[in-house]
């Protein structure tokens, strides 16, 4: 029989999934029921019309790993068994590849399995040793080829939001049992990323360029003593140059150049050379600009200006190109604006501000572990501080107890967090007085929680477990994880600081002064180029509310 023209309509789509579900005659009743619901809610989750939707694994993959449950109101619980049924549902029309439980292991790899004492390598390789269960694939007969088959299984049959990822996982996993676990099979697996590399070893070029690139950096690590020296740079500035400079040598490699005529940093900076290689970089990007070239231009202009000392005109050339990159590039990514209009949203606003706290509560609540809810008050911690005291991670990671947390006045509730000029990036000094409910907050989690954590001799606000400070990537995933399963927006610790800004410029628009000031900028000028339009919808709601009050003879005062 010839499909409907309905059915034709909604085939590969979650709508023709729901339909299938409803179609197969041996489901039970209940299970019908359960996958029914499950497809339905992916949808609504989605918010997207159920028949747009595409039955599309790799694409469904992406998407739902944008979803926090918790923050639409469903139970991780709730959510992993919606997930499963969804699977499930799916796999009526298109085949997939069953979750890591679903299917036993052989008795063969079974054996292997229990040597594996590491337990996070046991969650890695399972999926694939259950597939080669399945599969009928034993240990004696695995081969490079059918680890390929595997990964196209992944990126075909999962709902993986980065199959690539889970098999570098699975890659190292199985490298590692191969040399570990008596009776593995000997054979090596490989990952092979889709990114393109093109940076090359300094050995590539001629050693002179490598000598002057390190006598340009030890100018700016505090080495050159001269009157008209730069201040120095943090360790961390001067790696970024060190890979910049090699990136954009290999840049000029790639456009078609012999690497051994790039001897110092005159042949990168010579004016064909600077154009060519900010191509390469322009080139490499889709749509019209690219923050990366502009950051390559400006660092090489400098270069070009105090190492080399170019003749003015091919200064003025630069200049003009960097300003044409920067106008390109203006204040705030487009991305970053996107993650931030949710914010927009009441009910997400409220969500965004109100997570510290309710952390605390789940923290008190009894129901966590006494480490689990330590760290969870300390998230809280690090939220209040970002959304009360924006600060830049590298000096919320270094709070200190002793240097950083300050209280000028005989009251419990006065608490100041000051950190030197010394130790900001752009020289100002930052002192921020909390308000009592966060002064609180960063109390309770210091007499209840931190000493789970650290030592009592350990002073750092965010204690690491080998002692010292908590390491930076480590609070940062803490931060970012957690603001997207309770509120379900991506915002990183860095971009804390352009939320405070938004949140403010939308109930106050126009007011750049006061977020200059909160945010330790020096100039408002720049604040205000980063930041206009931000809060051009909060603006437009006030205008309006002045027209129709006058529309409806109700002045506005």
Same mark, same amino acid.
């Given at each position: 029989?010839?499909?409907?023209?309905?059915?034709?309509? #909604?085939?590969?789509?979650?709508?023709?999934?729901?339909?299938?579900?409803? *179609?197969?005659?041996?489901?039970?009743?209940?299970?019908?029921?359960?996958?029914?619901?499950?497809?339905?809610?992916?949808?609504?989750?989605?918010?997207?019309?159920?028949?747009?939707?595409?039955?599309?694994?790799?694409?469904?993959?992406?998407?739902?790993?944008?979803?926090?449950?918790?923050?639409?109101?469903?139970?991780?619980?709730?959510?992993?068994?919606?997930? !499963?049924?969804?699977?499930?549902?799916?796999?009526?029309?298109?085949?997939?590849?069953?979750?890591?439980?679903?299917?036993?292991?052989?008795?063969?790899?079974?054996?292997?399995? @229990?040597?594996?004492?590491?337990?996070? =390598?046991?969650?890695?390789?399972?999926?694939?040793? =259950?597939?080669?269960?399945?599969?009928?694939?034993?240990?004696?007969?695995?081969?490079?080829?059918?680890?390929?088959?595997?990964?196209?299984?992944?990126?075909?049959?999962?709902?993986?939001?980065? +199959?690539?990822? #889970?098999?570098?996982?699975?890659?190292?996993?199985?490298?590692?049992?191969?040399?570990?676990?008596?009776?593995?099979?000997?054979?090596?697996?490989?990952?092979? $990323?889709?990114?393109?590399?093109?940076?090359?070893?300094?050995? %590539?070029?001629?050693?002179?360029?490598?000598?002057?690139?390190?006598?340009?950096?030890?100018?700016?690590? &505090?080495?050159?003593? $001269?009157?008209?020296?730069?201040?120095?740079?943090?360790?961390?500035?001067?790696?970024?140059?060190?890979?910049?400079?090699?990136?954009? %040598?290999?840049?000029?490699?790639?456009?078609? =150049?012999?690497?051994?005529?790039?001897?110092?940093?005159?042949?990168?900076?010579?004016?064909?050379?600077?154009?060519?290689?900010?191509?390469?970089?322009?080139?490499?990007?889709?749509?019209?600009?690219?923050? !990366? *070239?502009?950051?390559?231009?400006?660092?090489?202009?400098?270069?070009?200006?105090?190492?080399? /000392?170019?003749?003015?005109?091919?200064?003025? !050339?630069?200049?003009?190109?960097?300003?044409?990159?920067?106008?390109?590039?203006? &204040?705030?990514?487009?991305?970053? =604006?996107?993650?931030?209009?949710?914010?927009?949203?009441?009910?997400?606003?409220?969500?965004?501000?109100?997570?510290?706290?309710?952390?605390?509560?789940?923290?008190?609540?009894? /129901?966590?572990?006494?480490?689990?809810? *330590?760290?969870?008050?300390?998230?809280?911690?690090?939220? @209040?501080?970002?959304?009360?005291?924006?600060?830049?991670?590298?000096?919320?990671?270094?709070?200190?107890?002793?240097?950083?947390?300050?209280? +000028?006045?005989?009251?419990?509730?006065?608490?100041?967090?000051?950190?030197?000029?010394?130790?900001?990036?752009?020289? @100002?000094?930052?002192?921020?007085?909390?308000?009592?409910?966060?002064?609180?907050?960063?109390?309770?989690?210091?007499?209840?929680?931190?000493?789970?954590?650290?030592?009592?001799?350990?002073?750092?606000?965010?204690?690491?477990?080998?002692?010292?400070?908590?390491?930076?990537?480590?609070?940062?995933?803490?931060?970012?994880?957690?603001?997207?399963?309770?509120?379900?927006?991506?915002?990183?610790?860095?971009?804390?600081?352009?939320?405070? *800004?938004?949140?403010?410029?939308?109930?106050?628009?126009?007011?750049?002064?006061?977020?200059?000031?909160?945010?330790?900028?020096?100039?408002?000028?720049?604040?205000?180029?980063?930041?206009?339009?931000?809060?051009?919808?909060?603006?437009?709601?006030?205008?309006?509310?002045?027209?129709?009050?006058?529309?409806?003879? /109700?002045?506005?005062?």
């Amino acid at each position: 029989m010839a499909p409907s023209p309905a059915s034709r309509a #909604t085939s590969g789509t979650l709508a023709g999934v729901l339909e299938a579900v409803l *179609a197969v005659p041996d489901l039970s009743p209940q299970r019908r029921q359960n996958m029914a619901s499950a497809v339905r809610t992916v949808a609504r989750l989605l918010d997207r019309p159920i028949e747009s939707i595409p039955a599309d694994p790799q694409l469904l993959g992406r998407w739902l790993k944008g979803i926090s449950p918790e923050a639409s109101g469903i139970t991780k619980a709730r959510w992993n068994n919606v997930r !499963s049924l969804f699977r499930a549902a799916l796999a009526l029309t298109r085949p997939m590849l069953p979750g890591r439980q679903a299917q036993p292991l052989s008795p063969a790899w079974r054996a292997l399995y @229990e040597r594996l004492e590491n337990r996070n =390598r046991r969650m890695r390789l399972s999926r694939l040793l =259950r597939y080669f269960s399945v599969q009928w694939i034993e240990p004696a007969m695995v081969t490079e080829a059918y680890g390929d088959a595997f990964v196209r299984v992944l990126k075909e049959e999962t709902l993986l939001a980065d +199959p690539e990822a #889970t098999w570098r996982d699975i890659v190292w996993a199985w490298n590692r049992s191969r040399v570990e676990v008596p009776g593995w099979p000997d054979v090596t697996f490989a990952f092979k $990323s889709r990114r393109k590399r093109f940076t090359l070893p300094w050995t %590539a070029f001629p050693s002179s360029l490598k000598t002057d690139v390190d006598g340009y950096l030890g100018r700016l690590d &505090g080495r050159d003593l $001269s009157e008209d020296g730069p201040r120095p740079v943090r360790p961390a500035t001067l790696e970024l140059r060190e890979r910049q400079l090699r990136a954009f %040598a290999s840049a000029l490699v790639q456009r078609g =150049r012999d690497p051994q005529t790039i001897r110092t940093l005159a042949d990168l900076v010579a004016l064909d050379a600077y154009k060519d290689g900010l191509r390469f970089f322009l080139d490499r990007r889709t749509g019209p600009s690219s923050r !990366s *070239a502009k950051e390559f231009a400006r660092t090489l202009k400098a270069i070009a200006k105090y190492w080399v /000392k170019v003749d003015g005109a091919t200064l003025d !050339s630069m200049r003009r190109i960097v300003r044409k990159l920067s106008g390109e590039a203006r &204040g705030m990514t487009q991305k970053n =604006r996107d993650r931030l209009r949710p914010l927009g949203d009441p009910t997400i606003r409220q969500d965004f501000v109100n997570l510290p706290h309710r952390l605390m509560r789940m923290a008190a609540s009894g /129901k966590l572990r006494p480490k689990r809810a *330590a760290l969870m008050a300390q998230t809280a911690v690090a939220l @209040e501080i970002l959304l009360m005291a924006p600060m830049r991670m590298r000096n919320l990671i270094r709070l200190d107890l002793e240097r950083n947390l300050v209280r +000028p006045g005989r009251t419990r509730g006065d608490l100041h967090i000051v950190v030197p000029a010394e130790e900001v990036k752009n020289g @100002e000094p930052l002192d921020y007085p909390l308000p009592e409910e966060s002064a609180s907050l960063i109390g309770r989690y210091l007499e209840q929680y931190r000493p789970l954590l650290t030592p009592a001799e350990n002073q750092a606000l965010f204690p690491g477990p080998g002692g010292g400070t908590k390491s930076a990537r480590t609070l940062a995933l803490q931060i970012t994880k957690t603001v997207s399963r309770f509120v379900g927006i991506k915002v990183n610790p860095h971009l804390f600081r352009h939320a405070a *800004a938004k949140l403010h410029l939308d109930q106050h628009p126009g007011e750049y002064a006061i977020v200059a000031r909160a945010l330790g900028n020096r100039s408002i000028d720049v604040t205000t180029a980063h930041y206009t339009g931000l809060e051009t919808t909060a603006a437009v709601r006030h205008f309006d509310e002045t027209i129709l009050s006058l529309r409806h003879g /109700k002045p506005k005062r």
